[in-house]
């Protein structure tokens, strides 16, 4: 009480259908593996406190239908995570379009950019670094940005990924 003051984060998660990225705010917001989650329709809220932030999620739904609504909220975020199945060699370079389209758009400030390589559990997926040689990370100039495998089952991965985040807007 009195003294400690939080920050509000307000973080927009893009990236395919399927990649993971409800899974991975449902882990981070409640320290357990997550039962199994449906497609997201459209998009999601989530709210939740870790450490002196008071992050607000918006998860969007990967789903090519949806992937419009994505531009919706480029104005109001302030940072960006972007998820990658690892495991999904073939749609590898529709992610990295998906990725170099919301990057180019004027309205997306130039917010710290995470990307979890997630699914790392999976026999025979990319690691970390040959995702972000598929995704063009290298080329990113405009904004820090870091790659971090996770495995969104078990959390893995992701409290490095909140911490870096944190840092960013300290
Ligand atoms: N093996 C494995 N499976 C995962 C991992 N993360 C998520 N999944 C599974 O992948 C599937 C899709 O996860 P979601 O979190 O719904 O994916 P999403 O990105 O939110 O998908 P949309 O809402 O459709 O855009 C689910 O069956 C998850 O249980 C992971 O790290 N490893
Ligand atoms: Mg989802």
Request: charged share 25%; proline share 5%; with cysteine.
């Amino acid at each position: 009480m009195g003294g400690s003051s939080s920050k509000q984060l307000r973080v927009l998660v893009v990236g395919l259908d399927n990649a993971g990225k409800s899974t991975i705010i449902q882990h981070m917001k409640a320290k357990e593996a997550p039962s199994e989650i449906p497609p997201t329709p459209g998009f999601q809220v989530e709210k939740f406190k870790k450490g002196k932030i008071e992050f607000t999620m918006f998860d969007m739904s990967g789903s090519a239908k949806y992937r419009n609504l994505w531009e919706f909220n480029y104005k109001n975020c302030e940072a960006v995570i972007f998820v990658a199945d690892s495991a999904d060699r073939i749609r590898m370079c529709v992610a990295k379009n998906e990725l170099e389209n919301m990057l180019q758009s004027p309205e997306l400030k130039p917010c710290p950019l995470l990307v979890f390589a997630n699914k790392m559990d999976i026999t025979g997926s990319m690691n970390h670094s040959e995702v972000s040689e598929a995704l063009g990370l290298a080329e990113i100039h405009d904004r820090p940005w870091t790659i971090i495998s996770s495995n969104a089952l078990t959390g893995g991965g992701l409290d490095d990924g909140v911490n870096w985040l944190s840092k960013q807007v300290e």
